[in-house]
């Protein structure tokens, strides 16, 4: 492989160098988080975003086409000929007056990046091309995950449709009862092997980096520095769709933290590289009920510290947390995560663009996502964390009215229709079983279905009543 990309530590002090094809995907010297990293004044770098509209005319090279891999001169690790796409990153940035009407803001100010348009229904698939690509180039015939579901799900269309001789065969790790069927069904359709453990994901994750090590498969969770070189892209079709205006915040939910690691590795570049003057600020939601990150940054005032962060007053939260028995719960499935394994990189970006964090309840998260949906696109619990959280920082007035901000829609309606139908249901049993019971008490924006009797002409009443 050439020596113009390679991997390298995120420790300031360390700031050890590792071939781009290791794939341990830890410094060697001190166990660090590892970034790819670029020689960048030996690689073409476009002079300024606009090169990147001459690939719009070009559908035909599948590479030009993607929406991750147009961008490819801004993570150059991998030749043209060993990229793997299935068309990913068709997605949609889209205005969106009804929510900036919710959460108070004035119209024309707030965008949705609808990640859900995604071949799998996520944005993992931004990262899944990526880390996939790179598993090739290094001859992996198996590929591993642990998933709350949308990386699984990816991971196991990836395999199906990639090819290749012999075909990469997909293995899951799963926590019981964690999943929603929307993802688990993706799973099993694609043929993954699902190893459905008896724990939650911060056991399953931390099994299958053990396992990964062991049996020497390629690790595809968001430790993997390649998944999130492709997730930049994120980025960089906000930008595009806003014609190169860069707004003034990005607000995302906060799981295992990789989106957010990404974000801010992919402004600080093109700042560095001169492709932008400056950087959005990050904002960035966990769910109230796996909040370490929010606990940590905001309450505990934890920092980057230029590299030198506080790692006692981490490993006392979590001990904390341990000795407590305190697990992570939620009804957005996908960000029931009480340890975050980007934390250090989050850290980071967040001093790099000048981030904040928040949390939302799970009533806050599905009353913006029946807002969200209202205004026409569909994502699950998990990814309105970022409205719910907008709507706070605009109450708090840490947002302005007048701010432009892009919330990142991470994942589709379809991937957990149970919470959906819950919410809107007509019937109090099943709004308890799902909802009630979990500590949400209205569904302020439900859209019930009207009962009626199997006539017409009571049909007929109830529509003129309704419509
Ligand atoms: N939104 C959705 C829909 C997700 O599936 C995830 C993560 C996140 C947000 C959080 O993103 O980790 O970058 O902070 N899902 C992972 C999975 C953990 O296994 O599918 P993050």
Redesign the pocket.
């Known amino acids: 492989m050439s020596d113009l990309s390679f991997q390298r530590c995120i420790n300031p002090a360390c700031r050890a160098t590792v071939d781009l094809a290791d794939t341990s995907f830890r410094c060697p010297k001190c166990g660090g988080l590892l970034d790819v990293a670029y020689d960048w004044d030996r690689l073409p770098v476009p002079k300024s975003l606009k090169h990147f509209e001459t690939k719009w005319a070009n559908r035909s090279d599948p590479l030009d086409f993607s929406g991750v891999w147009r961008f490819r001169e801004l993570f150059p690790f991998a030749p043209d000929a060993k990229v793997m796409t299935i068309g990913e990153g068709q997605t949609l940035c889209q205005r969106a007056d009804t929510v900036a009407s919710y959460v108070g803001m004035n119209p024309g100010t707030v965008y949705l990046e609808y990640e859900g348009m995604n071949p799998s229904g ?3 698939d931004n990262g899944m091309t990526a880390a996939f690509t790179h598993a090739r180039m290094t001859g992996a015939t198996r590929a591993a ?8 799900a990816s991971l196991a269309i990836y395999c199906a449709a990639g090819g290749g001789s012999p075909p990469m065969r997909a293995v899951i790790f799963i926590g019981s009862g964690k999943i929603s069927y929307g993802k688990l069904s993706q799973a099993l359709e694609h043929g993954a092997l699902t190893v459905q453990i008896a724990g939650d ?1 911060d056991d399953a994750l931390r099994q299958v980096q053990d396992v990964s090590r062991q049996l020497g498969i390629y690790l595809v969770n ?1 430790v993997n520095p390649f998944r999130l070189e492709g997730q930049k892209t994120i980025m960089f079709r906000i930008l595009e769709a806003l014609r190169w205006r860069v707004p003034d915040w990005i607000v995302v ?8 690691s990404s974000f801010g590795k992919a402004f600080t570049e093109l700042k560095d590289l001169g492709l932008i003057d400056r950087a959005p600020r990050l904002a960035v939601v966990n769910a109230a009920g796996a909040d370490t990150f929010y606990q940590l940054y905001d309450r505990h005032g934890l920092r980057w510290n230029a590299g030198e962060f506080d790692k006692a007053k981490y490993d006392a939260y979590m001990h904390a947390m341990d000795a407590a028995n305190r697990r992570a719960d939620t009804l957005a499935s ?2 029931e ?1 009480n340890r ?1 394994v ?1 934390l250090p990189k989050a850290l980071r970006a967040l001093e790099r663009c000048g981030g904040v964090v928040r949390e939302a309840s799970d009533q806050e998260m599905l009353d913006a996502k029946a807002k969200i949906g209202a205004g026409g696109l569909g994502c ?1 619990p ?2 309105a964390a970022s409205v719910a959280g907008l709507l706070k920082l605009v109450k708090e007035g840490v947002i302005a009215k007048s701010d432009t901000v892009a919330c990142v829609l ?2 589709h309606v379809l ?1 957990d229709p149970d919470a959906t139908v819950a919410y809107h249901t007509a019937d109090p049993a099943v709004f308890e079983a799902k909802l009630g019971k979990r500590g949400v008490k209205r569904a302020m924006f439900a859209n019930r279905a009207v009962q009626v009797p199997n006539q017409l002409s009571e049909i007929v009443k109830a529509i003129e009543l309704y419509a």
């Open positions: 996520s944005f993992k995950c642990a998933s709350t579901g949308n990386t699984s994901f968001s939910p906060g799981g295992n933290l990789g989106n957010v996908a960000i995560i975050p980007n699950e998990a990814s991470t994942g991937k």
